[in-house]
């Protein structure tokens, strides 16, 4: 079952906040929302604030006492789950976001982010300690074990089983901590899917292939794979976004796109690089025509010629690329592959960024909203005056005071929405690239070494042929729920509060 621990805060509210919406943790803020506030640390700061002191008649920033209690300003509660393979980032924020509705009410005022930081999913959730109606929530014993009651019940409305997790007697602490984190399993399952994907015509022939390496791949709504020797399913979601299917598909292609350039243009330049690349070509492409190389096709319908080996054609694919980009030597590449993880790098920080700026736009959209609902209601509650009044100083905060002004957050909205879907291809496109110039890295690090058709004759020879099982095809498979593409570059709709 998923633990829950609370934190009282007597001060550093404003610190919390900005540690619970760090984007860094929350996939670039994508797995933040809020209640009866906004979703940035400095707004949902000040809306804590002024509905604290409304209500206490106390100050929000008063410092700690020297002596006796201090008041709490906010509760911190940490809803942690135990690694589980089924288990998204998605399905627990909103199992984070059930919980929070159920426990506290439509009158609360909370922030909550999951985040996918450390070995287990988790989220943090922030309370005032007053609700825009007045209550006071209190945290206690009995408050938690009911909290509990509560959150155990959430859990089981989705689907997540309600079981007790402890580590054994006897285990050691590191042996522990892969199993809590899930990373040694993981990691084997992305080094052989990356090995893969370069020498595999289509996301079939990757699956099986993975079948015949003695993995076991479970098709349905969440296609799950589990190495040889472990005991549990890997859902494909997460081992991280480039192994989703819709990710993997498409390296596959790109790689594709790659082969599909004329092998007459292979040898045409003199560089080292090229010639290099070229050189171990012609021995494998020999070796294939002697019959003296492991038959390895790339498609099995086609009868076995070098340009049908998968080694040959992967060697083609990066030779390709060489020539594409005109790289002349390994300096080149490495300086091309730090280009690219920067231009990566600069456009994942400016996404995060522009991606905050819309969550506020989104925020004061639901602020005008509110003011238009409420403005006009005849009779008004505590609750529903509080809001009004905290929704007009929000959009006065922010200069919001006509519908001339909203008119401008909808065009700044637009902006947004096109830079963002601009950001999403630079970010997949040079992720892609840095990929591919490093796979290309390697492969020249192995030629230089004088014995990379020895150690591939050797790993072809340490892998005994199997018959090909017949399994379903991936795309076959139904889609989830959820979008499968990477976090970072989620349609930012999606992450809209409410």
Same mark, same amino acid.
């Given at each position: 079952?998923?633990?829950?621990?609370?934190?009282?805060?007597?001060?550093?509210?404003?610190?919390?906040?900005?540690?619970?919406?760090?984007?860094?943790?929350?996939?670039?803020?994508?797995?933040?929302?809020?209640?009866?506030?906004?979703?940035?640390?400095?707004?949902?700061?000040?809306?804590?604030?002024?509905?604290?002191?409304?209500?206490?008649?106390?100050?929000?920033?008063?410092?700690?006492?020297?002596?006796?209690?201090?008041?709490?300003?906010?509760?911190?509660?940490?809803?942690?789950?135990?690694?589980?393979?089924?288990?998204?980032?998605?399905?627990?924020?909103?199992?984070?976001?059930?919980?929070?509705?159920?426990?506290?009410?439509?009158?609360?005022?909370?922030?909550?982010?999951?985040?996918?930081?450390?070995?287990?999913?988790?989220?943090?959730?922030?309370?005032?300690?007053?609700?825009?109606?007045?209550? $006071?929530?209190?945290?206690?014993?009995?408050?938690?074990?009911?909290?509990?009651?509560?959150?155990?019940?959430?859990?089981?409305?989705?689907?997540?089983?309600?079981?007790?997790?402890?580590?054994?007697?006897?285990?050691? /602490?590191?042996?522990?901590?892969?199993?809590?984190?899930?990373?040694?399993?993981?990691?084997?399952?992305?080094?052989?899917?990356?090995?893969?994907?370069?020498?595999?015509?289509?996301?079939?022939?990757?699956?099986?292939?993975?079948?015949?390496?003695?993995?076991?791949?479970?098709?349905?709504?969440?296609?799950?794979?589990?190495?040889?020797?472990?005991?549990?399913?890997?859902?494909?979601?997460?081992?991280?976004?480039? /192994?989703?299917?819709?990710?993997? *598909?498409?390296?596959?292609?790109?790689?594709?796109?790659?082969?599909?350039?004329?092998?007459?243009?292979?040898?045409?330049?003199?560089?080292?690089?090229?010639?290099?690349?070229?050189?171990?070509?012609?021995?494998?492409?020999?070796?294939?025509?002697?019959?003296?190389?492991?038959?390895?096709?790339?498609?099995?319908?086609?009868?076995?010629?070098?340009?049908?080996?998968?080694?040959?054609?992967? %060697?083609?694919?990066?030779?390709?690329?060489?020539?594409?980009?005109?790289?002349?030597?390994?300096?080149?590449?490495?300086?091309?592959?730090?280009?690219?993880?920067?231009?990566?790098?600069?456009?994942?920080?400016?996404?995060?960024?522009?991606?905050?700026?819309?969550?506020?736009?989104?925020?004061?959209?639901?602020?005008?909203?509110?003011?238009?609902?409420?403005?006009? $209601?005849?009779?008004?509650?505590?609750?529903?005056?509080?809001?009004?009044?905290?929704?007009?100083?929000?959009?006065?905060?922010?200069?919001?005071?006509?519908?001339?002004?909203?008119?401008? %957050?909808?065009?700044?909205?637009?902006?947004?929405?096109?830079?963002?879907?601009?950001?999403?291809?630079?970010?997949?496109?040079?992720?892609?690239?840095?990929?591919? %110039?490093?796979?290309?890295?390697?492969?020249?690090?192995?030629?230089?070494?004088?014995?990379?058709?020895?150690?591939?004759?050797?790993?072809?020879?340490?892998?005994?042929?199997?018959?090909?099982?017949?399994?379903?095809?991936?795309?076959?498979?139904?889609?989830?729920?959820?979008?499968?593409?990477?976090?970072?570059? *989620?349609?930012?709709?999606?992450?809209?509060?409410?």
């Amino acid at each position: 079952m998923p633990i829950l621990k609370s934190i009282a805060i007597h001060d550093n509210v404003k610190a919390t906040l900005r540690y619970i919406l760090n984007p860094d943790k929350t996939e670039g803020q994508y797995l933040c929302n809020s209640h009866n506030c906004f979703s940035n640390a400095e707004d949902a700061y000040m809306n804590m604030k002024y509905i604290y002191e409304h209500f206490s008649s106390h100050r929000f920033n008063e410092p700690l006492a020297k002596v006796g209690k201090n008041r709490v300003k906010a509760i911190h509660y940490i809803q942690s789950f135990k690694p589980d393979p089924n288990l998204t980032p998605e399905l627990v924020h909103r199992m984070g976001r059930s919980f929070c509705r159920m426990a506290f009410g439509d009158n609360v005022q909370m922030v909550i982010a999951t985040h996918v930081d450390k070995g287990h999913l988790h989220n943090h959730i922030l309370i005032n300690t007053y609700g825009v109606d007045g209550h $006071k929530y209190n945290d206690n014993y009995t408050t938690r074990r009911e909290l509990r009651k509560i959150s155990d019940g959430v859990c089981l409305v989705f689907g997540v089983p309600v079981t007790e997790v402890k580590c054994k007697k006897g285990m050691s /602490y590191c042996e522990w901590k892969h199993n809590k984190q899930g990373t040694s399993w993981k990691e084997q399952i992305r080094r052989e899917i990356d090995t893969l994907v370069l020498t595999s015509k289509n996301i079939d022939e990757l699956a099986g292939t993975l079948e015949e390496k003695g993995y076991a791949i479970r098709y349905g709504e969440r296609t799950a794979i589990r190495a040889p020797g472990q005991k549990y399913f890997t859902n494909l979601k997460t081992l991280g976004g480039d /192994y989703s299917l819709e990710n993997l *598909k498409s390296r596959i292609q790109w790689k594709d796109d790659l082969g599909n350039a004329s092998r007459d243009d292979v040898y045409n330049k003199g560089h080292v690089l090229t010639m290099c690349f070229a050189g171990i070509i012609s021995q494998l492409a020999k070796r294939v025509v002697d019959g003296t190389k492991q038959e390895k096709k790339r498609d099995e319908e086609l009868p076995y010629l070098p340009h049908n080996d998968r080694d040959v054609f992967q %060697l083609c694919a990066q030779l390709s690329l060489i020539n594409r980009l005109n790289i002349h030597s390994i300096g080149e590449v490495e300086a091309k592959i730090e280009k690219a993880r920067a231009e990566h790098d600069k456009a994942i920080a400016e996404f995060n960024a522009i991606t905050e700026e819309q969550h506020l736009l989104d925020n004061l959209f639901t602020q005008y909203e509110n003011v238009c609902e409420l403005d006009n $209601k005849p009779t008004k509650t505590i609750a529903d005056k509080m809001k009004l009044s905290l929704a007009r100083q929000s959009l006065s905060r922010h200069g919001i005071s006509s519908p001339d002004d909203v008119r401008r %957050l909808e065009f700044r909205k637009r902006e947004y929405d096109e830079r963002i879907a601009e950001l999403q291809r630079k970010i997949e496109e040079s992720d892609n690239l840095a990929k591919a %110039l490093q796979e290309i890295a390697d492969t020249y690090n192995g030629i230089s070494k004088g014995d990379y058709i020895s150690k591939l004759i050797e790993r072809d020879n340490a892998q005994p042929e199997h018959e090909v099982k017949q399994s379903a095809p991936w795309q076959s498979a139904p889609k989830p729920d959820e979008p499968t593409q990477n976090p970072i570059t *989620k349609t930012t709709s999606r992450g809209r509060k409410h």
